[in-house]
């Protein structure tokens, strides 16, 4: 038996994985059901992949949308400097789809699998947990809303408690998360009031001097996923509705930026980006995945791929491990140097995304030169990475 802490992504996908091989998995959470964070969420074909051999292509095929491309527009540019191909291409290239989903539908799909395995438990409302390990292994102890204590002796522990992890902090004493510097405001838009504005078939990546914007669609919601990104410091309005995103002023003399600003009807959600630097993912029976372990900025989309993949990779570790410690070492040797290049490749798009005159006109340039399909070469090492479970 395995304990997970967290019913977010990683969490849930590690208990299918875990299942998968005949193990059992206990996930504890603290909040009283699926409360899924952000709008939107980029499944690359890494990550697709692993999902795909937990049995939820179907799922993520009728909730899911693949885009046909990503269309770039530099600041004020009134049509896409390039569309890079994704869609049907991808999918060839790569044998998975690359697709966008809602967050909740993504936790929904991981839910509902969930429950259909005799192998797996979530408790809910769990207000807190404790461990030791002892000459036979390791005594966990949960508490429920009702004041409730229950206790067991798991093989391991994971924490998958996200960028905050009481995990991390607490039972492997290391660091708190830390502010990126970076701020994500976060809006939802119908689409029918976008249609001027943005190619509904498409991801549209916005530039601008010091922020910038992503957005992609959600066809079965008719809703278009807007997240924008610009550098400020760090306040106390952390998931509280806003009129208007607080940007530069000049983003406003952009039609494009100022159309999505104005179609939002003031409902925008701020939410900073903290990350996680930590050479300790794992001590004894204890370990971490996902955000947990090491949150990055978004701004390579793969923050939920690189949970995913954790999970694919320390599942089969876990099963066939003779003591957990082996196992989680072997996890982060495996896991390290990949997650660190991606965290990285994250902040190094933050910069050159909101680059102004003149740098900006030298990353205009190569955009270009690299044409519809460079950008998939170039990621060819993240999305064929391929994760047997």
């Known amino acids: 038996m395995i304990y997970i802490a967290g019913a977010g992504i990683a969490g849930m996908t590690l208990a299918l994985a875990l299942a998968k091989l005949g193990v059992k998995a206990v996930i504890i959470e603290k909040t009283k059901g699926l409360q899924p964070e952000g709008a939107g969420l980029q499944i690359s074909p890494n990550a697709r992949h692993v999902l795909n051999q937990l049995g939820l292509s179907s799922a993520l095929h009728g909730l899911g949308f693949s885009p046909q491309a990503i269309d770039i527009y530099p600041f004020k540019r009134a049509k896409p400097l390039k569309s890079l191909k ?43 947990f404790d461990m030791i390990t002892h000459a036979n292994g390791l005594s966990v102890s949960r508490e429920h809303s009702d004041g409730h204590i229950h206790e067991a002796n798991p093989f391991a522990f994971v924490g998958a408690d996200g960028v905050h992890s009481v995990t991390r902090t607490k039972i492997l004493s290391g660091p708190d998360a830390s502010y990126s510097g970076y701020t994500a405001w976060r809006a939802l838009i119908p689409t029918s009031m976008m249609k001027a504005e943005l190619n509904l078939f498409h991801t549209s990546l916005l530039w601008g001097p010091g922020f910038h914007a992503v957005a992609y669609p959600h066809p079965r919601r008719h809703v278009i996923n807007i997240a924008l990104f610009s550098k400020e410091k760090l306040g106390a309005n952390t998931g509280k509705k806003s009129v208007a995103p607080n940007l530069p002023k000049i983003a406003l003399t952009c039609p494009r930026f100022n159309a999505i600003i104005e179609s939002s009807e003031g409902e925008w959600t701020n939410w900073p980006l903290y990350g996680v630097k930590t050479g300790r993912w794992h001590k004894g029976p204890v370990g971490l995945i996902g955000d947990a372990a090491h949150a990055m900025l978004p701004f390579q989309a793969q923050g939920a791929a690189m949970a995913i993949e954790d999970a694919a990779t320390l599942a089969p570790l876990l099963a066939n491990a003779n003591e957990p410690q082996t196992a989680f070492a072997t996890y982060y040797a495996e896991r390290k140097n990949r997650v660190r290049k991606i965290i990285s ?33 170039r990621l060819a090492w993240i999305y064929d990475h391929k994760i047997p479970i």
Do not use: W
């Open 345 to 377: 490749i994250s902040a190094s798009n933050g910069e050159i995304y909101h680059m102004g005159a003149p740098f900006s006109y030298a990353r205009d340039l190569v955009v270009l030169a690299q044409g519809t399909t460079g950008h998939l070469r």
């Open 86 to 128: 994704l869609g049907p291409f991808a999918q060839q290239r790569f044998d998975s789809p690359y697709i966008v989903i809602h967050r909740a539908d993504l936790a929904d799909i991981l839910y509902k699998a969930c429950q259909q395995s005799n192998l797996i438990e979530i408790h809910f409302g769990i207000t807190g």
